[in-house]
Every structure is written in structure tokens, then in C-alpha cells.
């Protein structure tokens, strides 16, 4: 297969997922905070951000097979393939072969290896652990960085009490 259908394949299989995060997010606002069970369970919910319901699941775009829907304790994972060389479009956002969009991320795999800001504090660990950004490398905007302020036993995420020395 060539560079182009690769990356075609690659672009669908994201818009893809990002519908499907979209449904399950709606799901879960109009249910309780609680994601289906199933994906078919989605059928009829309306995204959010149109009117549009979901009328069918999609396959794995590059597989060609399901696509394997869990729901976890603290969310949902959804995992999908992506195909080899179809990434680069997305540099940073998915890794070749098996990911895995939870709440989250499009790409749990790529966002532990992902450190946008720079500040040696990786995409995943910023949102999950330290709530902070990785599109900021002082997120709470007090004049000290958050690799500084979680090193010195600091919240990143809160200012009001943080005062390094
Ligand atoms: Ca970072
Ligand atoms: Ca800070």
C-alpha cells in the first residue's frame, strides 16, 4: 500500500475515533456519567455538538474488524490500529500499530510519549496525574515551572498557596 492511501486510511480511522469519543462523551453527560456497556449501546445518542444521531458503529477502518470497546471503572478504552507510515500526518497524536482513545486521549500510547511543552513531563502524566497542561510548562502561571514546582514537593496545578524558595 502506498504513502497516500496510508495516510487516507489514517485520516478516516481519526475521524472515526473522534466521532465515536463524541457519542460516548454524549452518552455518558445524558447517563450518569456512565459509558455503555456495548458500543452498539450508542445507537440513537445525539453528539452534542450537532444534531446528529448515531445511526451505525463503525468498523476499524484499517482492520476491517470491530473495534474493541471497554468500559472501566474510571472510563472507557477503545482500542484501534493505526497503519504503518499513515502516522506521520499526525506526528505525536498516534503511534504506528495498536492504540488505545479513552476519555482523555485519542492515543493513551502516544500521549505517554508525548512531551509537547517540554518541561520532561509527558502528556499523559500532565492530565492524569498532575492536572496540569502540556501546552504550558508553568500551568498555573506563577512564575514557577511545573517540573520545578512538582520536584520541590509543589502543586503545579493550584497558585494561591505555592511559593517556592
Ligand atoms: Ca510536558
Ligand atoms: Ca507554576
Given at each position: 500500500?502506498?504513502?497516500?492511501s496510508?495516510s487516507a486510511?489514517a ?7 473522534n466521532?465515536?469519543?463524541s457519542?460516548?462523551?454524549?452518552y ?6 456512565n459509558?455503555?456497556e456495548?458500543?452498539t449501546?450508542l445507537?440513537g445518542?445525539?453528539r ?6 448515531v445511526t451505525n458503529?463503525?468498523?476499524d477502518?484499517v482492520?476491517g474488524k470491530?473495534?474493541i470497546?471497554q468500559r472501566s471503572?474510571?472510563g ?5 490500529e ?9 506526528a505525536?497524536?498516534?503511534k504506528e500499530g495498536?492504540n ?5 486521549f485519542?492515543?493513551?500510547e502516544?500521549a505517554?510519549e508525548?512531551?509537547?511543552d517540554?518541561?520532561?513531563i509527558?502528556?499523559y502524566?500532565e492530565?492524569?496525574i498532575?492536572h ?11 512564575g514557577y515551572g ?6 520541590a ?5 493550584e497558585?494561591?498557596?505555592?511559593t517556592l524558595?
Amino acid at each position: 500500500m502506498g504513502q497516500n492511501s496510508e495516510s487516507a486510511l489514517a485520516n478516516e480511522q481519526y475521524q472515526t475515533i473522534n466521532d465515536l469519543q463524541s457519542a460516548l462523551d454524549a452518552y455518558q453527560i445524558n447517563n450518569n456519567g456512565n459509558y455503555p456497556e456495548k458500543l452498539t449501546d450508542l445507537l440513537g445518542t445525539t453528539r452534542d455538538w450537532s444534531n446528529e444521531k448515531v445511526t451505525n458503529i463503525p468498523q476499524d477502518i484499517v482492520t476491517g474488524k470491530a473495534y474493541i470497546y471497554q468500559r472501566s471503572e474510571t472510563g472507557y478504552t477503545l482500542t484501534y490500529e493505526m497503519p504503518e507510515d499513515g502516522t506521520f500526518l499526525f506526528a505525536g497524536e498516534f503511534k504506528e500499530g495498536t492504540n488505545t482513545a479513552t476519555e482523555h486521549f485519542i492515543s493513551e500510547e502516544s500521549a505517554r510519549e508525548t512531551d509537547e511543552d517540554e518541561d520532561g513531563i509527558s502528556a499523559y502524566d500532565e492530565v492524569l496525574i498532575y492536572h496540569t497542561s502540556d501546552y504550558m510548562q508553568d500551568s498555573d502561571g506563577d512564575g514557577y515551572g511545573d517540573k520545578e514546582e512538582i520536584d520541590a514537593g509543589y502543586d503545579p496545578a493550584e497558585s494561591s498557596y505555592d511559593t517556592l524558595r
